[in-house]
């Protein structure tokens, strides 16, 4: 059975951090580039960052560049987003997700590209409220 199960999300103050997770069984990250996406009410669901083969291999949105850090921990086929100095505006629902290395190095799709994720997570909540 696969499964990508988030945690790590909830109500956190201005300037706080949180760091977001997503466990998968039945797949093996090792194969995967990993995004992550969020959606914010009433707004469309969009790219926040991504992660390739290795931790050094990384992209983020303008929007949370120098502030979100994704990476992961193969070992335990896990990968995190490690959010500092949230801002409100960073208040969405948080979305993992996995797409095959092969896709993602093709240069067929850009790493925001949703519909070429193959598994998703459920989601998290982050809020960010003082």
């Known amino acids: 059975q696969v499964q990508f199960v988030e945690s790590g999300g909830g109500l956190v103050q201005p300037g706080g951090s949180l760091r977001l997770s997503c466990a998968a069984s039945?797949?093996?990250?090792?194969?995967?580039?990993i995004g992550w996406f969020r959606q914010a009410p009433g707004k469309e669901r969009e790219g926040v960052s991504c992660i390739g083969s290795s931790n050094g291999d990384t992209y983020n949105a303008d929007s949370v560049k120098g502030r979100f850090t994704v990476s992961r921990d193969n070992a335990k086929n896990t990968v995190f987003l490690q959010m500092n100095s949230l801002k409100p505006e960073d208040t969405a629902v948080y979305y993992c997700a996995a797409l095959p290395l092969s896709t993602y190095y093709s240069g067929t799709y850009y790493w925001g590209v949703q519909n070429a994720y193959k598994y998703w997570g459920q989601g998290t909540q982050v809020t960010v409220s003082s």
């Open positions: 039945g797949f093996t990250l090792d194969y995967y580039a």
